[in-house]
């Protein structure tokens, strides 16, 4: 019969393997995930542009019947010049910004109000990026609107 033999390698390989580990976590935690987490760097005349485009929730966007409910329905504009919209709702009746499609800017993250936008309150955006976003009302559906989100021309 033999013997079992003890060595030394054994010992080390278990220790490299855990010393590799431990470089491996700190270099995750420490490193990558701070970068894959930090946002784009944006030029200071798109994060605050010279104009803000609001658009308004007018009373009566809840009925079904009214032609008119975010005023105006269709809006385009430019980054660094008018890319900062607010939704200010002048209803009496709470309504939400919902993107027809997931949308996300790199910098502002998700667009869409994150709840209901209340009688008398606003939701804000910054749009850094150009975008093409269809949306709508979630309770009232026909409420719809369209963004068009370019580059300035000059």
């Not at 990558?32 to 944006?42: Q, T």
């Not at 485009?53 to 010049?81: R, Y």
């Not at 939704?87 to 027809?100: G, I, K, L």
Request: with cysteine; aromatic share 10%; charged share 20%.
């Amino acid at each position: 019969m033999s013997k079992p033999t003890s060595s030394h390698a054994y010992g080390i390989g278990v220790i490299a393997i855990i010393v590799a580990l431990s470089a491996s976590v700190v270099f995750y935690t420490s490193f990558y995930l701070p970068e894959s987490l930090a946002k784009p760097s944006v030029d200071e005349h798109v994060l605050h542009p010279l104009e803000e485009t609001v658009i308004e929730m007018i009373p009566g966007s809840a009925d079904p019947d009214q032609q008119d409910n975010f005023v105006p329905k269709l809006v385009n504009v430019q980054l660094g010049i008018d890319n900062h919209i607010i939704w200010n709702n002048v209803d009496t009746t709470p309504h939400t910004v919902t993107p027809d499609h997931r949308a996300e800017d790199s910098y502002s993250g998700p667009f869409g109000s994150t709840g209901v936008v209340k009688a008398g309150e606003k939701y804000e955006f910054v749009f850094t990026e150009e975008h093409e976003i269809d949306y709508h009302c979630e309770p009232h559906p026909w409420m719809k609107g369209k963004i068009i989100v370019t580059k300035a021309r000059f």
